[in-house]
């Protein structure tokens, strides 16, 4: 079965840091992303950065500059550095994972960790 466990949320001063991680259980085939999203209250899921396999990656503009996503393959983990965060990045952030094969695509979802910044 497949899971995946994020951990590294929880309150921090703006300004402050926080590294997220998120460990892969189980085996994925064809996976073609992996990527943080977030949700804050009342607002829709976004795409915060997504990295390839090949190590490629991309970003909110509003992250650029202060968040770097980076991947262990051999671990099956990926991270989430966030630095100089600010008060609109509280949210809970979502690991995610995309397979893509003949058939389409399929995501799989962690449970989410809670990031709060304070003013």
């Known amino acids: 079965q497949v899971q995946l466990v994020e951990s590294g949320g929880g309150l921090v001063q703006a300004g402050g840091s926080l590294r997220l991680s998120c460990a892969l259980s189980g085996t994925i085939f064809n996976i073609n992303t992996m990527a943080w999203h977030r949700q804050a209250p009342g607002k829709q899921r976004e795409l915060v950065a997504s990295i390839t396999g090949g190590g490629s990656t991309n970003y909110r503009d509003s992250v650029k500059g202060r968040f770097t996503i980076s991947r262990d393959n051999a671990k099956n983990t990926v991270y989430l550095q966030m630095n100089s965060l600010k008060p609109e990045d509280t949210a809970v952030y979502y690991c995610?994972?995309?397979?893509?094969?003949?058939?389409?695509?399929?995501?799989?979802w962690g449970q989410g960790t809670q990031v709060t910044v304070s003013s």
């Open positions: 995610n994972v995309r397979t893509l094969t003949f058939k389409g695509i399929n995501d799989y």
